[in-house]
């Protein structure tokens, strides 16, 4: 008997384990709060040069609100380099002012003779606040010569993905999955909370990468403990739906931010949502799956004993269960087209704000088509193969669509795409790992994700070289993915391998081409062979 089997008599997802899927799975929003933080944390503004003997009327202006602020500062909106008086659309410039006697300039006009000569903004820069109060690059002067800054800060956020995913999944398998994620948990609050006070752009990318490997063990954690104690036949929902918590979090992420135009202040409130999860520790029990492949039986038949109370199943479980239990005993471009999509959506032409929310809201119903396309006749491999390519042909169109409603709605189809397509990966890649490993294993297959997210912001960058440079990276490299996809085995229908050696079958069965699995009456049949995998050991090397 196999753990797979015992759920199946208690129940595959009962009350006992709905609720600790909640609780666990209720991170997924400020995570997703965290993770996508960085586009109003560091959003553009419009700026210009200051001027040392103009500063008492800057803080005239501040004292005022809305228009009457607009108005007096947009007297000075760089009136160094004043506009010309016939042509008002005339751009001004950010980044130099001109080398002139100021002291001879009277409110924002030029008193003396004209002059042509240019210098840099020595005395720093004025910045707009209409739209956003502070940002990062507002505090720490991320403009002109520095712009590029804030995205080196984001690809150091990836970097600690990058390390969370590989202590995290260290952890997990070493310490347990709870004890794991009550340590990510406390920390992530912890370095949230930092974030809000750092001084300098580099204690600020310091401690948000950080808060990126504490963010990436929640979310890991949390994915693996509310799969690991869920039916075969109800795992894909569990998977799709933490996914679903995400989205709520990206879309509240949206909400937030338009009412709070302070970085810091915006942080804070992440921080604060974080504050009540330490406490899940007292809730969540160990996963008894991992208890079993560390010899750890007799904690892991309380366990069980409680689901099947909580379920009220005790009557169902079998007997002995727990001495047969005893006897078996013996992602990157998905990464990087995501993130390219989800980092850049200022960059469509609409309001920031609306376009980040729809970005969020359309994942809702990509992951709610996972479940159904992932246990479809299509199953896995063509499910996320369909769903990448879809992502990858949609980033590639709006390379021709001009900035508007039309380039937003197919780069939404792009990231419907590429949102399912994740999903799926995740899913996929915990089928094919054993328990002993699969902690680990899910590590490393997100640190192969985080490189690509540290390369999504950077890549963003070769606009400055040729405009549609960066999406036609996003779209080449997710359609050649979505195209590697087709050479990957089927898992739909296979019970999870519970130990290395049944890793090792799964991975030869995975090799025949020909080879395929039904469910008859909770056993899993071979159309190749007519034999049944049931009633025999490990030793037996019976497929």
């Known amino acids: 008997m196999k753990f797979d089997d015992i759920l199946k008599s208690i129940g595959e997802f009962g009350p006992y384990q709905i609720k600790i899927y909640f609780m666990v799975c209720l991170i997924g929003i400020p ?3 965290n993770q996508m933080g960085q586009v109003f944390y560091a959003a553009n503004t419009d700026h210009w040069c200051a001027v040392a003997e103009w500063e008492s009327n800057y803080d005239a202006c501040s004292d005022l609100d809305g228009d009457e602020y607009m108005g007096c500062i ?47 903004c020595d005395e720093g820069w004025i910045y707009d606040k209409s739209e956003y109060t502070r940002t990062i690059k507002t505090d720490f002067d991320l403009v002109c010569d ?72 929640c979310f890991l954690l949390a994915f693996i403990i509310g799969t690991e104690f869920v039916g075969p036949s109800k795992r894909v929902i569990a998977g799709i ?67 099947a109370k909580g379920n009220k199943k005790e009557d169902k479980l079998p007997e002995d269960f727990m001495s047969d239990l005893k006897k078996r005993k013996k992602w990157f471009i998905n990464s990087l087209v995501y993130y390219g999509l989800s980092l850049s959506t200022s960059d469509l032409g609409s309001n920031d704000f609306i376009a980040f929310f729809i970005s969020g809201a359309v994942e809702l119903p990509a992951y709610l088509l996972c479940i159904f396309a992932i246990e479809s006749p299509l199953g896995r491999k063509y499910s996320t193969s369909g769903f990448e390519l879809l992502g990858g042909v949609a980033c590639l169109l709006t390379i021709f669509i001009p900035k508007g409603p039309w380039k937003t709605t197919v780069a939404m189809i792009g990231k419907f795409g590429i949102s399912a397509s994740f999903a799926l990966i995740y899913i996929y890649s915990a089928e094919v790992l054993p328990t002993p490993v699969r902690s680990t294993g899910m590590g490393l297959c997100s640190m192969a994700a985080r490189v690509a997210g540290i390369l999504a912001p950077l890549i963003l960058l070769l606009d400055e070289y040729w405009e549609p440079l960066p999406l036609l990276i996003f779209g080449s490299t997710c359609i050649v993915g979505g195209l590697l996809l087709l050479f990957l085995p089927e898992t739909r229908g296979r019970q999870l391998p519970e130990t290395m050696e ?16 039904e469910k008859e009456e909770g056993k899993v049949v071979s159309s190749i062979s007519g034999e049944t995998n049931a009633g025999y050991d490990d030793e037996d090397r019976k497929i």
């Open 31 to 33: 995570v997703a709060m």
């Open 74 to 120: 947009h007297q000075y909106r760089n009136a160094s380099i004043p506009p010309d008086e016939e042509d008002e659309d005339r751009l001004y410039a950010q980044c130099s002012k001109y080398d002139a006697n100021y002291t001879t300039w009277a409110d924002g006009y030029y008193a003396g003779d004209e002059t042509t000569r240019q210098t840099d």
């Open 146 to 217: 520095k712009k590029s800054a804030a995205d080196f800060s984001q690809s150091a956020f990836f970097f600690g993905v990058l390390l969370g995913s590989l202590l995290y999944g260290f952890l997990a398998d070493f310490l347990g999955r709870v004890k794991s994620f009550y340590i990510a948990v406390v920390t992530l609050f912890v370095f949230t909370l930092s974030v809000t006070f750092m001084p300098s752009l580099w204690s600020y990318t310091v401690m948000r990468c950080l808060v990126a490997m504490s963010n990436m063990g």
């Open 241 to 307: 739906l933490i996914e679903v918590f995400f989205s709520f979090g990206y879309m509240l992420l949206a909400i937030l931010a338009y009412f709070i135009r302070d970085w810091r202040v915006l942080n804070l409130v992440v921080a604060g949502l974080l504050c009540l999860f330490p406490f899940t520790i007292f809730f969540v029990p160990e996963s008894p799956r991992w208890l079993i492949s560390n010899n750890k039986c007799d904690k892991a038949e309380k366990i069980i004993y409680q689901a």
């Open 502 to 517: 049944e890793g090792e079958h799964f991975k030869m069965r995975s090799k025949e081409s020909n080879y395929d699995v």
